[in-house]
């Protein structure tokens, strides 16, 4: 795909600003004369995250063809069409996409974006439409009531979590356990929000991080343990065994480890993009790199775990010996931007740390390893978030 106009950028990051998920197109002069388009590895990415349509079960030939119900939006009004997802018997039956209509609504090279919304694909120019203008009017316009529809349902499950938050915060709630975590498992109780140990967003698709105020602690992003069929480790005792120590009677490796620097173990990071792994090395050259992350597992699990997360501040008091929370405010995120993970990595503002230990059983415990981010970065990983004052 071209390089977007700088009108194309500002059009997107007004439908991004607006929680419309969409993927992008580019119909070239031969598609729009042969009324064929390529459906990309982005775009057949975007089909399947909204349960559009999943290329890989489709077969090849005419009679497996998909017809969706689609809609070509102008300033004003919009044209019904019909999207034909397909699978030629040529070419090794690389996925198409066409819309009808088409050749009349885009010149080639046009940028167009697919929005799936309702069973349907919304098809907007953003080459040619003045979005700003549209979503800003006095008129109603088709567009303007497709995104408003969209940011309606996008935040409705946002707006519920607010107001229950709104319902607890100010008040002192007893610490569920002594424990760093008790923070986050105290809210989760507070809401009613079952404890468990489930890798998917904690509220309706909605992830919540909490955290002391009064502490500058790096913020958990998500746990990932290496792929071990390409490490040369193959699990987490043996990296205790090479790297632990013990402390009292638990033997265990509570480390962090950064891209920038080498730790007491010796242990360090190092991001290599032409091949996308995240290494782990060890300054011990007769073991040199012994796990891999691939960067694509990681920056799914980014995407999964923090497609829309609240990162709650609480103050911390004590009162009879016992922590208790204040909720106060919340910082509203969405949509990491997944090329920044690396740079962040490789910068060492996003880090990993080891929490692995060997209990009297002789059985090997890892709680992560857990990728952390620091203190006041997550704007370097995040479009721009909503702050909210849990007390007003």
């Known amino acids: 795909m071209r390089k977007l106009t700088e009108n194309e950028q500002s059009r997107l ?3 991004t600003e ?28 975007f089909l399947l ?27 004003f009004s919009s044209n019904r069409s019909k999207a034909s997802l397909y699978r030629p018997k040529t070419k090794n039956g690389d996925p198409r996409i066409w819309f009808t209509g088409l050749n009349k609504y885009a010149n080639p090279n046009d940028i167009l974006a697919l929005i799936c919304f309702d069973e349907e694909i919304h098809v907007v ?21 497709l995104v ?32 760093d975590t008790s923070v986050g498992r105290t809210l989760e109780a507070a809401l009613d929000i079952p404890i468990n140990s489930s890798k998917q967003p904690d509220y309706k698709g909605i992830e919540l991080k909490s955290f002391r105020s009064r502490r500058g602690n790096r913020k958990n992003l998500f746990a990932q343990v290496p792929n071990w069929n390409l490490s040369k480790f193959k699990s987490s005792a043996e990296i205790l065994d090479n790297f632990g120590y013990w402390r009292g009677d638990d033997f265990k490796l509570y480390c962090t480890v950064s891209a920038i620097t080498t730790n ?49 501040t ?25 090329s920044q993970f690396d740079i962040l990595l490789d910068q060492g503002i996003i880090t ?24 006041g970065s997550l704007g370097l990983l995040f479009p721009p978030s909503s702050i909210y004052n849990l007390l007003e």
Not at 63 to 70: R, T
Not at 148 to 177: D, F, H, M
Not at 279 to 294: M, P
Not at 315 to 325: L, N
Request: charged content about 30%; overall charge neutral.
């Open 264 to 312: 007491s173990q010796g242990l360090s990071l190092k991001v290599d993009t032409d091949i996308n792994y995240l290494r782990e090395n060890s300054d011990d050259y007769e073991i040199g790199d012994f796990v891999v992350w691939t960067l694509e597992k990681l920056h799914q699990r980014l995407l999964e775990k923090h497609k829309e997360t609240f990162w709650v």
């Open 18 to 45: 607006n929680s419309v998920s969409l993927t992008l197109i580019e119909p070239t002069k031969n598609g729009l004369k042969k009324s064929i388009m390529d459906a990309t590895g982005p775009v057949r990415n």
């Open 352 to 375: 990993l740390d080891h929490l692995i230990k060997r209990n009297v059983e002789g059985q090997v415990r890892e709680k992560g390893p857990i990728f952390k981010i620091k203190p």
């Open 314 to 338: 609480a103050d911390s008091t004590f009162s009879g010996g016992r922590e208790h929370f204040s909720y106060r405010a919340v910082e509203h995120t969405k949509k990491p931007i997944v």
């Open 148 to 179: 408003q529809e969209i940011n309606s349902l996008e935040t409705e499950i946002s707006n519920e979590l607010l107001a229950k938050l709104r319902k607890i915060a100010g008040t002192p709630i007893p610490s569920l356990v002594d424990a």
């Open 125 to 145: 120019n953003l080459t040619r439409l003045p979005i700003n203008r549209l979503l800003d009017s006095l008129i109603d316009n088709p567009l303007k009531e």
């Open 49 to 75: 995250s909204k349960n559009c349509h999943d290329y890989s079960l489709q077969l090849q030939g005419p009679e497996s063809k998909i017809i969706i119900d689609s809609f070509l939006y102008h300033e």
């Open 13 to 15: 990051k007004i439908l």
